[in-house]
């Protein structure tokens, strides 16, 4: 059973620019969420898909934005970069994304915006 | 709305000595609770949840966790430190609305294990 992995472990980009972050899910997950993790702050939740569909958002504006594929798979993406866009970006994946249920987390991407 | 309080952005202890990280959470419906570990340059790794049942919670590396309702608390606690328990750790409560699944994290408390 291979676990949550996300590419590219790290990442920089200039303001203005556009980015997109890759995660593929734990074996058997069909649900995918993403965090937003700034320097020496807990995780912001971004938004989560389920079943391709976005199934809910935080508090991020519609410049990122996401994906799902039939293989559970997601892309982050976010455009015209800001410098506090610098963070760990961090993918999470579970069965059915309800409450409760364990999220089972990648690694990261560390995205830094100059 | 849910939040999570967690007190102490950094605390140390010795190796051998208990562990007690605190954290408060505001919910207005019944929560569910999370302890995740964060280790140097890696993901969230779970370490205790509660959902339902019993309060009393036992996780992986001999950690431990009470929920208490009156307080509103989520403690988590190991009865003797390791070197190897030096990390960061986060409580962290389902949110509510837009999404079932979203977690809320407090900020964070980074534990120290002096030898």
């Known amino acids: 059973e291979t676990g949550v992995t996300q590419s590219p472990t790290h990442l920089i980009k200039t303001r203005g620019q556009q980015v997109t972050l890759r995660c593929s899910s734990q074996s058997g997950h069909n649900t995918v969420s993403w965090y937003q993790q700034a320097l020496g702050q807990g995780p912001q939740f971004i938004f989560q898909y389920y079943r391709e569909e976005e199934n809910g958002r935080g508090n991020f504006p519609p410049r990122f934005s996401g994906l799902q594929f039939p293989n559970y798979s997601s892309e982050l993406n976010v455009n015209a970069l800001e410098l506090d866009d610098s963070a760990l970006y961090l993918c999470?994946?579970?069965?059915?994304?309800?409450?409760?249920?364990?999220?089972?987390f990648g690694p990261g991407t560390r995205l830094l915006v100059l | 709305a849910q939040s999570v309080t967690q007190l102490g952005s950094h605390v140390s202890v010795s190796e051998g000595a208990l562990v007690l990280l605190r954290c408060n959470y505001s919910s207005s419906v019944p929560p569910y609770l999370f302890w995740y570990v964060q280790y140097p340059n890696q993901g969230l790794q779970l370490l205790l949840k509660?959902?339902?049942?019993?309060?009393l919670v036992k996780g992986i590396n001999g950690f431990e966790a009470e929920f208490k309702k009156s307080e509103t608390s989520f403690h988590l606690t190991k009865p003797s430190a390791h070197m190897s328990d030096a990390a960061e750790y986060f409580c962290a409560v389902t949110g509510y609305g837009g999404s079932q699944g979203n977690l809320i994290f407090g900020k964070g408390t980074k534990l120290s294990v002096k030898p």
């Open positions: 999470a994946s579970s069965l059915v994304g309800q409450n409760g249920e364990t999220q089972y």
């Open positions: 509660y959902t339902t049942g019993a309060t």
